[in-house]
């Protein structure tokens, strides 16, 4: 990758993020008196703020980093992340889940999975997930201080520390609340940043026709359809016509429904920012109001990749101009967004852009310290460590632990580094385990015959059956047995590592929703209606929603949100 | 929760939008040759200026409602 020179005002504006951040963080110190409000922002958040952080805290830069490099090779069937994933999961958490989650009283998913169905299940939950989600924070880490290195020239053991100092300032000074302010504040940083780059890279380019004819011609060269680059579901008839390696089946049940699900459903860091607001309805709408912004975010991230490789293919053809690098056989993807920012901004909105881009790397890692630090706190330390302990042993435990959890992200981060491997390793057991969770929480809150026994065993075994899967096969010609085949057989063989995946996530579902079933009805319900009573759909009296004016209510924020996506799908079918 | 959000948010969008915009002003034209030759600095840093005022007098509306409503 090529560096990027900056001046002194792009300092500035850094320094200036900086201050802030710190500053909201000084500035709600006082409020932080209990674990309550340390860890759960004392639920008294509003709906439009955590809506905003809902969707923030998943911004990493990883994603923008990320999404811009998909868009770039797959281009934009790339939009399904987000219109057939994260979208519908987002409604269904928002009109069905939240009213068990936050109506429960729980104070994280795995105290709801306690008091749904018993210890053992909350133990697998919490452990597996605070493991995770600070390796999750580790890696956000290796990855900015990675791009800072080839992109800046700043030292890995430089940015490590930038990010652990202020990152660790602000979360431990005011706890939750002060990392999901971050989080709205690099919400609007990313569009500061990022809208003007959409703006001047399409410019140049032409506008979107051009960019359409370039990509047909990138489509012809890569033997695909006219449209494969441009068009998100033509082109999902099979694994052949598309550079993604998928079917349309594979890819609405594995990403729309199981990986996507699994993931906005069940996962603690998103899941918190909903359960921190102020009342059962704002915490309904979080996730639906956070839809909105959401849903045209690809126009955020993922077009610039598509334009970075309509460029790449204008150069090809002209000799000159803005080029992706090869990096071996294949593009340098992940360099996509990078380059477009240091090739169209001059000084000043490059500081902005880089800026926002350090900001989501940060607020990733802060939204993984804050939802480790919950679950350690109370799932972990107050319910098999310390129990009745005071209020303010557990806000002190609450603080150690954002401490800990930093350190060991450090940790993390150097790890990563050494295994180059370790974020497939992650991605890989994050699918593990969330995909037959939401099989698990699917079960929970709607069927009242599930018991503790069902859902551990049926947990266990939907993660290990994805575990299974991914040993049994093979994504296109590879050899490394992260990507699968470690279990001396090759069952079968998938076109791409996309298809594995999904397809994992489907058998590891299905797996868990299966033996769930069996298991409870092998078992003996140990809950009765009483205990129940919130948990479950069919024992939980229904929201009131009488007194919010119409436009407020989560099924009409639902409904508009449903059309609009329907329509972006169709808009670019 | 004590803060109101659009404080921060607004004075930093507003301070940054006013640096941008005032080194748009100052800077060399030679500069926005990247950007297509638009003076990207003094134009967003307009929008975001424009932003961050809106958030702060937002912000001033809120608390002014939540006084009068203390004082009822």
Known sequence: MHGIQLAAIDYVIMVIYFVFVLGIGFALKAYMKTSSAFLMSGRSIPAWITGLAFISTNLGALEVIGMGASGAKYGMATCHFYWVGAIPAMIFLGLFMMPFYYGSKARSVPEYLKMRFDEKTRAFNAISFAVMTIFASGISMYAMAKLMETLLGWSFETSILISAVIVLGYTYLGGLTSAIYNEVLQFFLIVAGFLPLVYLAMKDLGGWERMQGLLTKVAQKNNFGDGAWTNSWRYLTGPNANPMGVDWFGMVMGLGFVLSFGYWCTNFLVVQRAMAADSMSAARRTPLIGAFPKMFIPFLVILPGMIAMALTQQAAATGSGFALPLKGNAYDYDAAIPLMLGQYFPPGVLGLGLTALLASFMSGMAGNVTAFNTVWTYDIYQSYLRPNKSDQHYLWMGRMATIFGVVVSIAAAYLARQ???????????FAFVNAPLFATFLLGMFWKRATGNGAFWGLLIGTSAAAAHHGLTIPGQETALIKGGWLGTVVHHYPSEMAQNFWTATFAWTACFVMTIVISLLTTQRKSDEDLKGLVYALTPRPKEGHLPWYSRPAFLAIVVGIMTVALNIIFW | MGLDIRIPIGAMFAILGALLMVYGFLSDPSLYQRSLGMNVNLWW??????????????????????????RQ
Do not use: E, H, P, Y
């Open chain 1, 419 to 429: 295994f180059n491997n370790i974020m497939d390793f992650l991605q890989l057991i």
């Open chain 2, 45 to 70: 840093g307009i929008v975001l200026l424009a932003f961050g005022l809106i958030m702060l007098w937002l912000a001033k509306m809120a608390s002014g409602r939540n006084k009068t409503a203390a």
